[in-house]
């Protein structure tokens, strides 16, 4: 059982360092520490023993669509539910808000796709793209991948 809470600003380092880690590896984008507080009421933690152990966040772009992003587990707590356990928060979240799409830009399509997303053209997500990727220096050779859900009633 994974314990996935509202992030505090007390969990901003954490959350920092985190993402910090896997973006020197390449599996994601960093995150500056500023941007984290600034943000903070978007992130949820996963908690093991007080200790976190995995964040992510969902950041909405407008009235139907939201975004999770800043996913990141720690190394020695993979495979074990905890990423699963952060989008499944943050879908409950944005259903709970009235919000019809979530979406995620990522170098793991597949991880996502277990939590029921399927790949999409980036640019069903123009607010994104116009907004935030044109002012990314990755842009012009961005090699993540769009993955969205669709919480819509059939
Ligand atoms: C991708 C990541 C978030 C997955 O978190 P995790 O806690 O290890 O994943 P879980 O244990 O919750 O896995 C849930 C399911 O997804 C699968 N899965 C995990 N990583 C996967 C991957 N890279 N590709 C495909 N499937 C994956 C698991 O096998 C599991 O399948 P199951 O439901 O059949 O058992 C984690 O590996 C991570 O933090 N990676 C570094 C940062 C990163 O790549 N972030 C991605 C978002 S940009």
């Not at 152990?53 to 707590?77: K, M």
Request: net charge negative; glycine share 8%.
């Amino acid at each position: 059982m994974v314990c996935v809470q509202p992030a505090s600003l007390a969990d901003a380092e954490a959350i920092h360092h985190l993402v910090t880690f896997w973006a020197d590896r390449g599996d994601m984008l960093h995150r500056p520490l500023g941007e984290v507080f600034e943000s903070i009421r978007d992130f949820k933690v996963a908690r093991d023993s007080g200790v976190v152990t995995g964040c992510g966040a969902l950041h909405i772009l407008g009235p139907d669509i939201a975004e999770v992003r800043s996913l990141a587990v720690r190394e020695d707590a993979q495979g074990s539910g905890v990423g699963a356990a952060i989008v499944a928060a943050c879908v409950a979240e944005a259903r709970s808000l009235g919000i019809e799409r979530v979406f995620a830009l990522t170098y793991r399509p597949g991880f996502f796709e277990k939590q029921g997303f399927r790949v999409a053209d980036v640019m069903e997500f123009p607010q994104k793209v116009w907004s935030e990727c044109v002012r990314c220096p990755f842009f012009a050779n961005c090699r993540e991948i769009a993955v969205v859900l669709d919480l819509r009633q059939p």
